[in-house]
Nanobody
Framework: QVQLVESGGGSVQSEGSLRLSCAASGYGANSNYCMAWFRQAPGKEREGVARIDRSGFPRYTDSVEGRFTISRDKAKNTVYLQMNSLKPEDTATYYC????????????????????WGQGTQVTVSS
């Protein structure tokens, strides 16, 4: 069973930075697969933030383009989300997700495309 464990959340002021980590473990875990970050703010639906495919090619939702960077460390089986220039509207619980068959699908923001999910890590940005 694959386990995804997020870490790195916290509270920062506007324009601050945080780096989230998602460590994959267990039988079948492979961070080289299609991996994504989603987030859910209170009272809102969960939305896709960024994803990285097997080739390392990233995709971002428009609201974070230029501010967030998704990357992976194959040796550590870990995916990261570097978040810079944070805004109060980035406040949410951030979730890591993995697609079981390895290849990303379109649209990559579809939650049901991902097989495994982490428990989430809270990010709070104050103005």
């Amino acid at each position: 069973q694959v386990q995804l464990v997020e870490s790195g959340g916290g509270s920062v002021q506007s324009e601050g930075s945080l780096r989230l980590s998602c460590a994959a473990s267990g039988y079948g875990a492979n961070s080289n697969y299609c991996m994504a970050w989603f987030r859910q703010a209170p009272g809102k639906e969960r939305e896709g933030v960024a994803r990285i495919d097997r080739s390392g090619f990233p995709r971002y939702t428009d609201s974070v383009e230029g501010r967030f960077t998704i990357s992976r460390d194959k040796a550590k089986n870990t995916v990261y989300l570097q978040m810079n220039s944070l805004k109060p509207e980035d406040t949410a619980t951030y979730y890591c997700a993995m697609r079981e068959n390895g290849y990303c699908s379109e649209p990559w923001t579809t939650e049901t495309s991902y097989t495994y999910w982490g428990q989430g890590t809270q990010v709070t940005v104050s103005s």
